[in-house]
Structure formats: structure tokens, C-alpha cells
């Protein structure tokens, strides 16, 4: 690869792109580690956690501990225990005993993070990312835009942290349909007012956030008189695990065991997890369940209407409404229904970061084209060893189920800290859970696949 030789006035250790959860983690632990200079940029103009499904009444669906610092460090002053000691609400947390927060209160506390610390800057995009030398020292360039003025800014760094999330996922052949009556679930809050005015809504999905938005206008369709639909292509509304032994997958443990694996075997695995991470907590489908129970008191018939196995197959506007086509998978039925707005719950997915695009060639990429991500959280790379792409939350496929939890971030964040410094920063625990994955170290494997 070429590298253009440009002017250098300041260079920092490390730039991250995105403040999501994850990188605003990686933020607070350097502040408090200090002996790196780190920048963070964020296109948003201020933090915001999901804006679209700060729905009253959800919350985190991990402990509280999962907060930016916690499992790394309990000690640091960017704990949720010390955020709520600084707003005076220690005994108001005592007294609600209850491990899972507001979703609203996790949005403060990450915003409380954030304003405390100087490496953050919001409103501005990075656009473009490109390797470059200063004299023998290869470095990255990183080009980010402003929200507010549109003009560009240049920085170098030896390192990255991209931290952008994953995007709204959506059926190819419902993408062209989108718009202000056929939406995401993460547009939900910003559309919400003017969607309660339809005859009749959709619910597409059979996650979290289908489940919060079906439960949020069955509560609202009493004052709003709207016919309610709920369709999964799913089996079922199942349940999300959330026993203990279940929850042991979301560790260091678990990732150890699956990084070791083949790619086959991970995409094998991958396949049958899914309700480790993608169904419906137990505590929304109760709250669901009541409410239907509630409002068919007395031979009460709600406009409601929920079916599983069935899949929305087509969508056509017609006039100010839409006409879907759905099939129930099982049976082979085909009907149709009218329904004026489409809320699609269809989940999120990793993307490749555009900002990356003009370095595809000096990336490692496996069978499927997508990224290789070493252990300790890095981009492959043929040609930039000594300059590392710390990747968060895009290596589902190398470190499995637990790359998006909230609870394994400080963990993820500790190992990179270690890398950058290049000696134990944050203690890293290799036995943390009760059950083993693989096999005991003193056990001798007899068979050998
Ligand atoms: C509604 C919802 C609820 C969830 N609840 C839970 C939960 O309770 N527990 C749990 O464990 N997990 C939960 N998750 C899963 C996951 O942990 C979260 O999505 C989490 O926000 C991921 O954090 P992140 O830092 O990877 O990305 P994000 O929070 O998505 O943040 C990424 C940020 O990067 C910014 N960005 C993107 N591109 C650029 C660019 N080029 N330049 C600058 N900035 C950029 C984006 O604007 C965004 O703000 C939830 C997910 C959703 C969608």
C-alpha cells in the first residue's frame, strides 16, 4: 500500500470512533489510567443511548454492574454505584432492590460519564481513515467532519477504538418500503405521537424491541383506538435465557472457549444460540400477558392480534395505508391485511465501517469476507502490526454471543488497555464462572476430531 506523507503537528495514542457504550467505557478507563493521549468522536451531537427506545418503563436487560467500569474496576469513580451516590439517590437504589435499572437512568449515568471527560467530542463524524508515515513511523490519519459546520478536521494517532454499533436491520425486500408509516423499532419514540393516529398498526419481530414496542401501544390503543397486530416469522414469543447457568455464556470464560474454536464451528454454534440473546425477557412477556388478560375482563375482545410462524411477506402502499401479504409458515396460508403503519422490530446487525474502506486490502478477511479479529480484540491486518484497530462489538462471529453485552464491555475494555500498554493495566480473571466449556486442563482429551 502507498502511504502519503503528510504534516504532523500533534499525535495522539488513540482515536475512537463512535461513543456508544462501549468506547465511552474505553474513555473513562484511560482517563483514570492516564499515560495515553486519547480522543473520542461521536457524529451524535450529545450522548444518547437508543433515543428512539427509551420507552418508559424498560430497563437494562444485564445488572446494574454492566455499567462502563464496574467488572473492571469497582473502584473507579465512573461506577453507576458512585453516579448514584453523587445525585444523592444511594438510598432510593437501596430501597428498589431490584438489579435492573432504568434504561432511561443507564442513558443518564453514561451522560454524566461522558460530560466528565475531556477526550469525548460529539458532533463530529469521522468520514475517512488512511495509514500514513511520519519519517520511518507509520501512523493513522483520520479525517472527521463536523456536524454543526461542515468543515473537516485532521488528526493522527498510532492506534484506533471503533466503536460504532451495529445498524437497524431490515429484509432486503422491505428496505425500498420504509418511511414515515413503515418504520424501524428505532425510530419509535421520534415517530411515536403521529403513528398512535392510525386505524391500524403492525409489529413485525419477536425480540426486545418488538415486545417493548407491542407493549407500549397495547397500553396506549384504550385512548388511541387503533387495531394491533404482532407477527413473528419466529417459532414463538419466546423467552430470552436468563437462568444462571445460562448467563455463565456472557463471560470471559465462554469467549475464551469460543474464540479457540473453528470458524465453522462458531458459525455452527452461532446458529443454535440465538435465544441467548435474541428473545424476549420473561419480565416483558409477563407484563404483556397481563395487560391481554386485563383487557379481555369480561368477555372483553381487544383489537389485538398476535401469531408466531408467520411471516410478512410483501408490503404495498395503497392509497394512505399499506396491504401486507403474510404467510404462516407451517400451515403454507397465505392472507393478506390491511394495517396504515408497519413498525419493523427486525433487529441489528454488524456493518463493515465505511471509514475503513480505502484499507480493505491490508485486512485479513476468512472465507465468508468478513474480518479476522485477534484475540485480544484487534483488526487482522497484513501490513500494520504495530498500529492497531481495536474493534468493540463487531466480533460476534470470532468471539460469539457475548461481543454485544453490555456486561463484557469493562472486560473487553481491560484487555485493550493491557495491548496498548503492552503490560497488565487491569487484572484480566481467566475462571470467573462454575461450569467449564471445554475440558478441565487436567483432563486429557481421549478422542481427537
Ligand atoms: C434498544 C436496545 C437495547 C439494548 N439493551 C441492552 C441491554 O439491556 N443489555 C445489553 O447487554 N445489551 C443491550 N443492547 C445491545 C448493545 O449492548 C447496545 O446496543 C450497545 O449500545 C452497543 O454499544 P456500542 O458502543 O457498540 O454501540 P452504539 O451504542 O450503537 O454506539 C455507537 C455510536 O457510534 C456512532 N458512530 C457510528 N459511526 C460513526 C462515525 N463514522 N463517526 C462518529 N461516530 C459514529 C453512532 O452515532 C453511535 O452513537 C441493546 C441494544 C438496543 C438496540
Request: glycine residues 6%; negative net charge; charged residues 20%.
Amino acid at each position: 500500500m502507498s502511504l502519503k506523507q503528510p504534516q504532523f503537528e500533534k499525535v495522539y495514542d488513540i482515536i475512537g470512533v463512535g461513543i456508544g457504550p462501549f468506547n465511552l467505557g474505553l474513555a473513562a478507563m484511560l482517563d483514570e489510567t492516564g499515560g495515553k493521549e486519547a480522543l473520542f468522536f461521536e457524529k451524535k451531537t450529545e450522548f444518547n443511548w437508543h433515543k428512539g427506545m427509551l420507552i418508559d418503563g424498560t430497563t437494562l436487560q444485564v445488572p446494574f454492574f454492566a455499567d462502563l467500569v464496574s467488572m473492571a474496576n469497582v473502584k473507579s469513580k465512573y461506577t453507576f454505584l458512585n453516579y448514584l451516590q453523587e445525585h444523592n439517590r444511594l438510598y432510593h437504589f437501596y430501597f428498589l432492590e431490584n438489579f435492573h435499572i432504568p434504561r432511561k437512568e443507564y442513558n443518564h449515568y453514561c451522560r454524566w460519564t461522558a460530560s466528565q471527560l475531556n477526550s469525548c467530542r460529539f458532533g463530529m463524524g469521522v468520514e475517512q481513515i488512511l495509514p500514513v508515515e511520519n519519517g520511518d513511523v507509520p501512523l493513522y490519519e483520520v479525517i472527521v467532519r463536523s456536524e454543526e459546520t461542515g468543515e473537516t478536521e485532521t488528526y493522527y494517532t498510532k492506534h484506533l477504538a471503533v466503536g460504532i454499533g451495529t445498524s437497524p436491520s431490515v429484509p432486503s425486500h422491505l428496505e425500498k418500503k420504509l418511511g414515515t408509516k413503515v418504520i424501524h423499532s428505532s425510530q419509535y419514540l421520534d415517530r411515536k405521537e403521529e403513528l398512535l393516529n392510525a386505524r391500524s398498526i403492525t409489529v413485525v419481530g419477536s425480540g426486545q424491541s418488538a415486545a417493548e414496542v407491542f407493549y407500549d401501544l397495547a397500553q396506549h390503543q384504550d385512548n388511541d383506538s387503533y387495531s394491533l397486530n404482532w407477527f413473528t416469522r419466529s417459532k414463538g414469543f419466546f423467552p430470552m435465557e436468563y437462568s444462571k447457568l445460562g448467563l455463565e455464556y456472557f463471560s470471559p470464560d465462554y469467549t475464551d472457549f469460543f474464540y479457540k474454536l473453528s470458524p465453522s464451528k462458531k458459525d455452527d454454534l452461532l446458529q443454535k444460540q440465538d435465544l441467548l440473546y435474541k428473545g424476549i425477557s420473561m419480565e416483558t412477556i409477563a407484563d404483556i400477558y397481563d395487560l391481554l388478560y386485563e383487557k379481555s375482563v369480561g368477555q372483553q375482545k381487544p383489537d389485538i392480534h398476535l401469531q408466531a410462524m408467520t411471516e410478512l411477506v410483501s408490503l404495498e402502499k395503497k392509497a394512505d395505508t399499506h396491504m401486507l401479504s403474510l404467510r404462516q409458515n407451517v400451515t403454507g396460508d397465505v392472507f393478506e391485511l390491511e394495517s396504515d403503519v408497519v413498525i419493523l422490530g427486525t433487529g441489528y446487525s454488524p456493518s463493515f465501517p465505511h471509514f475503513l474502506m480505502n484499507m480493505q486490502e491490508s485486512i485479513e478477511w476468512d472465507h465468508k469476507n468478513r474480518y479476522q479479529i485477534t484475540h485480544d480484540y484487534r483488526l487482522q491486518t497484513k501490513d500494520l502490526e504495530n498500529n492497531h484497530i481495536f474493534i468493540q462489538n463487531g466480533e460476534l462471529h470470532t468471539h460469539g454471543v457475548g461481543a454485544p453485552d453490555l456486561g463484557l464491555g469493562a472486560h473487553r475494555n481491560a484487555v485493550i488497555i493491557n495491548k496498548l500498554f503492552e503490560k497488565e493495566i487491569y487484572s484480566v480473571s481467566h475462571k470467573n464462572v462454575f461450569q467449564n466449556f471445554g475440558l478441565e486442563p487436567s483432563w486429557n482429551p481421549t478422542t481427537v476430531h
